[in-house]
């Protein structure tokens, strides 16, 4: 690693950290929990380092319990990623679908 | 251009749409596209790394698709299964596994460097170590916090077909181990960088992060828990982050450290609306270690057959639902309640949502829209509190702290939290089992007004008792 990859992906943190900050002014409190369960759900983005953990690991054959390791991340990350935007469809549909259809 | 380019186009693709689906998440009309876009995020972002590995050469299909599968139905599984009341703690479950794959992969990718694989020198050694240190700390402590947390939600765990109800518990010494753990990990986590394939450093800090999320978590309950779950959410998404650094990756920095700051954000939205701040949720037990007051008043309740004969005539009635509606599960007999009044006796039906009643934000509006009570008669505390004093009559279904006048005064816990102003209304009708005090351990006023009547006992049982009472007038 370069000092300049570094910085880089430090600009890229402390700028999404920003950003993530202006993104939620005022919410609603009815969304309050939808919008924390469609977040944790974009969370389980550690799905992408999982995959390619365990890939590499069981490419080179010789590293098996860290490639085990990663796997059981896969699954566990795809069940927040599934799971986190099912629930949340879900809560969003008896929400926001109800004022649209009975209004 | 190279493969690796057309990579990091998918990945600034996919943090693109999660951007753009956070923002519009927050938003009543447009939260169910922001869950698409984002679901389409992670979407493009779990392909363009298939692809990548598949075009690199290598790709280990049967192991990949099969944690992909395996994962998949499962939290779907879970997803579609769920109760509506069940929802929190399921949102607090995936955000431990969240927090717990960040940490797997933080731990596999040092795992290979202990199995043999060459360990980095320099700069990338320090990077990688410090960030495979962060992340085991805040992906672990996230998933027993957050596992702590789902337990608390549901009040309790059966074993071997015992019920034994989930602690609450905070002396302020309490305190002084969270910074000791937090100091230990800290110091563990230097060490490491000194010794990477130590093993004992990497399970020692497991160990610690691991207690941390639990201490942390223990001594808060009912009313914080929300603030809680969205605190944890906020940091299952810093653990991605730090994910990112280990493998350098922008995705998962970007999606991560954005998630972290709205959680964070939306954490703090929720400490304003009760009136608290994060700090005293995380470190001043609320409650829950302090003596209960003792009862010394007493009420004699009604029977619902009164009830019934005073609503006749009422011209309007404000239900102000709480934590009691969502356990004893009488939505549907209270939307029933509601269409009786209307139909016998032409009365104007409206809900107060407290913006904390129930165990989540948002809790009641989502039991009331199950049972189809129409979005808008469902009011807002600010909004609705200027119309009780016009209203016939208040009534109280298993809230108890969220109707406490209490909170007008300046002193006890409650002291500031903004409040459903029922006890303006002309009468006051209460579902509660007993005249028991609430979470935040104050008696509550409202119970021994003159103008209130209680009807004690279950809220389901009691509904459909004053619905027999009003449908046999």
């Not at chain 1, 690991?57 to 796997?71: K, M, P, Y």
């Amino acid at each position: 690693m370069t000092p300049e990859l570094l910085i880089g992906s430090l600009t890229l943190f402390v700028l999404s950290i920003f950003l993530g900050f202006e993104l939620i002014t005022k919410v609603p409190a009815t969304l309050h929990t939808p919008l924390m369960s469609g977040a944790n759900a974009i969370s389980g983005i550690s799905i992408v380092g999982a995959l390619i953990g365990s890939n590499v690991a069981f490419e080179s054959g010789d590293t098996a319990i860290s490639g085990v390791l990663a796997f059981f991340a896969v699954v566990l990350a795809m069940i927040n990623v599934v799971g986190g935007f099912a629930v949340t469809n879900k809560m969003l549909n008896m929400i926001a679908g109800r004022k649209r259809g009975g209004a | 251009m190279e493969l690796g380019d057309w990579t990091s186009m998918g990945y600034l693709l996919s943090a693109a749409l999660f951007i753009y689906g956070l923002k519009q998440l927050g938003h009543p009309r447009t939260a169910p596209r922001g869950n698409q876009l984002g679901a389409m995020g992670m979407l493009v972002a779990v392909l363009t790394t298939i692809l990548d590995m598949h075009l690199e050469g290598g790709t280990q299909w049967t192991l990949i698709i099969g944690g992909l599968v395996i994962g998949s139905l499962i939290g779907y599984w879970m997803a579609v299964r769920v109760e509506m009341t069940g929802m929190p703690e399921l949102v607090a479950l995936f955000n431990g596994f969240g927090g717990a794959a960040s940490a797997l992969v933080a731990l596999s990718e040092l795992w290979k460097y202990i199995e043999g694989a060459e360990v980095p020198t320099g700069l990338k050694l320090s990077v990688t170590m410090v960030a495979v240190g962060l992340s085991s700390l805040v992906g672990w402590m996230t998933l027993t916090g957050s596992i702590l947390a789902m337990y608390k939600l549901k009040g309790g765990i059966t074993v071997f077909g015992k019920w034994i109800k989930t602690p609450t518990w905070g002396p302020s010494w309490l305190n002084g181990v969270k910074v000791l753990l937090l100091i230990s990990s800290v110091v563990l986590i230097y060490l490491s960088v000194n010794d990477p394939t130590n093993r004992q450093y990497i399970f020692a800090l497991i160990g610690v992060s691991c207690a941390l999320g639990i201490v942390l978590v223990l001594p808060i309950g009912g009313a914080d828990m929300p603030v809680v779950v969205s605190l944890l959410n906020s940091l299952s998404g810093i653990a991605a982050a730090f994910t990112g650094f280990i493998i350098n990756n922008s995705v998962l920095i970007v999606a991560g450290s954005l998630v972290g700051a709205s959680g964070l954000i939306l954490t703090f939205i929720m400490c304003k609306a009760m009136n608290r701040t994060l700090l005293d949720v995380l470190f001043k037990s609320f409650g829950g270690s302090g003596e209960k007051a003792s009862l010394t008043r007493t009420k004699v309740g009604s029977d619902s057959d009164e009830v019934a004969m005073m609503l006749d005539g009422a011209q309007k009635v404000i239900i102000v639902p709480g934590y009691g509606m969502a356990v004893s599960q009488c939505q549907h007999q209270v939307k029933e309640f509601a269409d009786l009044m209307a139909e016998k006796f032409d009365t104007e039906v409206k809900y107060a949502i407290h913006p904390v009643a129930g165990r989540m934000p948002g809790h009641m509006n989502v039991l009331l829209a199950e049972a189809n009570v129409p979005y808008e008669q469902l009011i807002e505390m600010d909004v609705i509190n200027s119309e009780f004093p016009n209203c016939d009559v208040a009534l109280v279904i298993g809230a108890n702290d969220t109707t406490n006048p209490a909170a007008r005064t300046d002193e006890g816990p409650l002291a500031g939290m903004p409040i459903i102003d029922a006890d303006l209304a002309r009468t006051v009708v209460i579902v509660k089992r007993s005249l028991s005090v609430g979470y935040a351990g104050v008696d509550n006023d409202l119970f021994y007004m003159d103008k209130t009547m209680m009807l004690f006992g279950d809220g389901k049982k009691m509904i459909t008792e004053l619905n027999n009472s009003i449908k046999d007038m």
